[in-house]
Nanobody, 123 residues
Framework: RVQLVESGGGSVQAGGSLRLSCVAS????????VGWFRQAPGKEREAVAS????????GYAGSVKGRFTITQDNAKSTLYLQMNSLKPEDTATYYC????????????????WGKGTLVTVSS
């Protein structure tokens, strides 16, 4: 059974940085897609960054491109999201998600989700 556990959220001021971690059990990041999503109060969950593993393809939402970086450490079964130059509009609960069987990345195509970690950015 695949389980994903996020950590690293917190409160920071605008311009600050945070690194989120997602530790996986039952999954070794060797195929499928893994990604980070976020959901702000009253808004739909949106994709932030994704990694299509076998293709080595990385994608970012336009709003975070150049500020956020997704990486993985297969030895630790851990996915990271480095977030720099944070803005108040980045405030949300961030979720790690994965699909093992699909060969594309999309919010509705993810089979496994973590419980989320809250990021709050103050101005």
């Amino acid at each position: 059974r695949v389980q994903l556990v996020e950590s690293g959220g917190g409160s920071v001021q605008a311009g600050g940085s945070l690194r989120l971690s997602c530790v996986a059990s039952g999954y070794t990041f060797t195929r499928g897609c893994v990604g980070w999503f976020r959901q702000a109060p009253g808004k739909e969950r949106e994709a932030v960054a994704s990694l299509l593993i076998t293709a080595g393809r990385i994608g970012y939402a336009g709003s975070v491109k150049g500020r956020f970086t997704i990486t993985q450490d297969n030895a630790k079964s851990t996915l990271y999201l480095q977030m720099n130059s944070l803005k108040p509009e980045d405030t949300a609960t961030y979720y790690c998600a994965a699909t093992i069987t699909r060969t594309y990345c999309s919010r509705d195509g993810m089979d496994y989700w973590g419980k989320g970690t809250l990021v709050t950015v103050s101005s």
